[in-house]
């Protein structure tokens, strides 16, 4: 194991031993290829470069309690990458291969799980990229999945601790008929301007979209859904626009077995003002408990209990987290024990 400390880890790129590669040629997925190359050989035309024909996932290798190393729901990741793949024309890569090269990611790097208590995780970030070269704008004929291994701590600053956040109303992240479904790398470098101007000056922990055709309809945080609490009910947005988040779905689930109402609808802004507690939700941001929405353009400012985690939040937080490191019976069968 790794001298590492690992309870300071930022949300950052750390460099481990190993990734995985696998190739698409003639038509094909080739077989896995283990490799300490940090960097890729790739065409000046590659189709990724010019017409963003990208898309990545992001998950978590967690070290229990019992010592035994867990990741969180790497099927649903598979899914939604071919779903991302199907998105912008990339072959889909097979579920038992992604599977296979998970694991085997966290096994080539186990040195760097960090330790249970640190509270910190193996982020596992797989990609797939166009290489083909191309010109005219159409989809590659070659493509280059990896999939690299960093450890990390907290996403947002101080982890569970609740942070304000800022609605843009300059941009768009993305269109109700356009990309903001799948996780193509487009919607992020669409979002990286709103984010710059959110953060400056440190106020505020991200940037916030409001729907893009109405500006009336709340979609979601720039990398996490959004989830708010009110009369025991747990309501988090409906919309063609945000990404399906595998987080968002679990908390759903355990909201139900703590006896929480559950309503995925669309959530208006001024509906805000009504929330009793508030947060965002994703691999990297786990739970992030929201103090403060502002609404700049408007002067409207969102205020969610006293500035501290609220109790439903507290509890979603607990179980989610309980279920990740084995604390918590894994009563819906959500990981995938790694030999280590
Ligand atoms: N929304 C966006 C834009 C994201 O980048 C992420 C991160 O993956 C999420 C939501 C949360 O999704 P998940 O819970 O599957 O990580
Ligand atoms: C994740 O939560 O896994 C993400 O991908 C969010 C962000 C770092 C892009």
């Known amino acids: 194991m790794q001298n590492i400390d690992w309870g300071s880890l930022p949300f ?18 080739g077989e896995l290829e283990y490799c300490s190359e940090t960097t890729i050989n790739i065409h000046m035309a590659a189709t990724c470069l ?17 010592g035994k190393v867990r990741i969180f729901r790497l099927d649903e990741n598979a899914k939604r990458l071919q779903s991302s793949c199907d998105g912008i024309c990339m072959p889909r890569f097979p579920m038992e291969k992604f599977e296979e090269a998970m694991i085997k990611c966290v096994q080539l790097n186990k040195d760097f799980i960090p330790t249970y208590e640190s509270g910190a995780s193996l982020y596992l970030r797989p990609l797939i990229i166009g290489t083909g070269a191309r010109v005219g704008v159409k989809p590659a004929d070659e493509y280059l999945f990896i999939v690299f291994a960093t450890p990390v701590g907290p996403y947002f600053k101080g982890g569970f601790q609740a ?17 903001g479904i799948y996780k193509v790398g487009g919607n992020y470098a669409a979002s990286l301007r709103a984010h710059v101007e959110a953060c400056h000056g440190g106020q505020y922990a991200c940037e916030f979209y409001l729907d893009a055709k109405e500006k009336k309809y709340i979609d979601e945080a ?49 509906e805000l003002s009504t929330f009793e507690e508030a947060g965002a939700c994703g691999t990297a941001a786990v739970i992030s408990p929201i103090s403060r929405i502002d609404d700049p353009e408007t ?4 205020q969610f209990g006293d500035g501290t985690p609220g109790p439903w939040s ?8 309980g279920i990740q490191t084995g604390l918590e019976k894994d009563e819906f069968g959500w990981n995938t024990i790694v030999e280590i």
């Open 314 to 321: 507290r509890k979603l937080y607990k179980k989610l987290r």
């Open 50 to 66: 010019h017409y963003g024909q990208e898309a990545f996932e992001g998950l978590k290798a967690h070290r229990g309690v019992d």
């Open 163 to 179: 942070n304000p956040y800022v609605i843009t109303r300059k941009y768009d992240r993305s269109a109700p008929l356009g990309t």
């Open 299 to 302: 002067g409207k400012s969102y």
């Open 222 to 270: 720039g990398a996490a859904n959004f989830f708010a609490v009110k009369d025991n009910t747990y309501i988090t947005p409906q919309s063609t626009s945000i990404l399906p988040s595998i987080t968002n779905k679990s908390l759903m689930q355990i909201a139900e077995t703590l006896g929480m109402k559950v309503e995925r609808r669309p959530v208006a802004e001024e």
């Open 12 to 29: 950052g790129y750390y460099p481990t031993n190993y990734n995985v590669r696998c190739y698409y040629r003639n038509g094909e997925w």
